[in-house]
């Protein structure tokens, strides 16, 4: 069971309701009135961005279900706020609560392009496509503000550096002259994430993300400047927007998309309980349906971790959930095939004063 809320806390477009303890907490603490009778002091809960320089910025990955080896998040937690998000347990390993403290406590790295230019000139290196997005969103709110995406890409323009991208962010379309550079050279291809096209149940359930509406406009915007997107109808939640599949594939299709993705709802850790609890807050009529549904996918379970599983789940419900998907996407026109990234171009930037080569 998750604690109650904090009354001295005021939220306002917040996924998650309170602050449950991270399973690696060995004490927990409860609320006690303290007898007094004077009303304490309340606020609006704000985001708090902390600054951290780490030593490395590209994180490697071994999983054998996912189609990339090496990654980049220059934040940890989301101000995004979407209650299924499943790196919210990631904040545990900090000391932090998935909940609340997943989307108001946000660490921003910084001098992050130096750090990337220095990994990939080392002679060690070996090029492939660096993955943005894969546990936080790099385009959340606050990088408005910390505009740290920019000299990222700058780098990889310089290196002719492949990379690929994950966002449900707006602020992608700030730097659409730089993507679009990077696409014209086979650099880049992108996914933005559609749940669902229903504007209240996105502001329920996505708080900080934008809307559906603006999230068809930024693929429209990227596929009109050259850059190839993916929509990913992820992550599909039973009951709740399964029955848009088809209507989202059209939408993102009409708006430019040519390739899509899709992956059933992933309630891991402390995940399922903020989602339980989201949903007996926000659709307790149909909460009850909504697990059953998504234990019949997970072998009876809230989650089922496995590789090879946990991206497609398992059984009846998963099967007719993924035909579905697989005959929408032929009947629109989508791409079977991934735009292959070029890695032969990657190469030191000229030093300054350096010729260029003709040829």
């Not at 991270?22 to 009303?39: A, K, V, Y």
């Not at 850059?227 to 039973?238: D, E, H, L, Q, S």
């Amino acid at each position: 069971m998750l604690p109650p809320r904090n009354p001295d806390e005021t939220l306002k477009a917040r996924g998650a309701d309170t602050r449950p303890a991270n399973r690696f907490d060995r004490l927990s603490t409860e609320r006690e009135h303290d007898g007094w009778d004077i009303p304490e002091e309340t606020g609006l809960l704000r985001t708090e961005v902390t600054e951290e320089r780490p030593r490395s910025i590209i994180a490697r990955n071994r999983s054998p279900d996912v189609p990339f080896d090496r990654s980049i998040n220059p934040y940890r937690g989301c101000e995004h706020g979407c209650i299924y998000c499943f790196a919210r347990p990631s904040h545990a390993f900090w000391g932090m609560s998935p909940g609340l403290d997943f989307e108001t406590r946000i660490t921003a790295k910084t001098h992050t392009a130096e750090l990337l230019a220095a990994e990939i000139a080392r002679p060690s290196y070996r090029v492939a496509p660096i993955a943005f997005g894969t546990n936080t969103d790099p385009y959340q709110p606050i990088e408005a503000k910390r505009a740290i995406m920019p000299a990222l890409w700058r780098v990889l323009l310089d290196w002719n550096h492949p990379a690929s991208l994950v966002t449900r962010g707006q602020t992608v379309l700030r730097d659409l002259p730089l993507l679009a550079d990077m696409a014209s050279r086979q650099l880049l291809h992108a996914g933005v994430s559609i749940t669902t096209l229903d504007a209240d149940l996105a502001r329920a359930m996505e708080p900080r993300a934008p809307t559906p509406a603006t999230r068809l406009r930024m693929i429209r915007e990227l596929a009109g400047a050259g850059v190839p997107v993916r929509v990913m109808v992820a992550p599909v939640i039973p009951v709740l927007t399964e029955p848009e599949i088809e209507r989202i594939l059209t939408a993102a299709r009409e708006a430019g998309a040519t390739h899509a993705s899709t992956i059933p709802l992933r309630l891991p850790l402390e995940v399922a309980p903020l989602f339980r609890d989201w949903l007996h807050r926000h659709r307790s009529d149909a909460a009850a349906h909504v697990m059953n549904r998504i234990q019949a996918m997970r072998g009876g379970k809230d989650n089922d971790s496995r590789f090879g599983h946990r991206m497609r789940g398992e059984g009846i419900e998963a099967e007719l959930m993924l035909q579905r998907f697989r005959l929408a996407k032929k009947r629109l026109g989508y791409s079977e095939v991934t735009p292959k990234l070029d890695c032969s171009r990657f190469a030191p930037p000229p030093a300054p004063g350096q010729q260029l080569a003709l040829f």
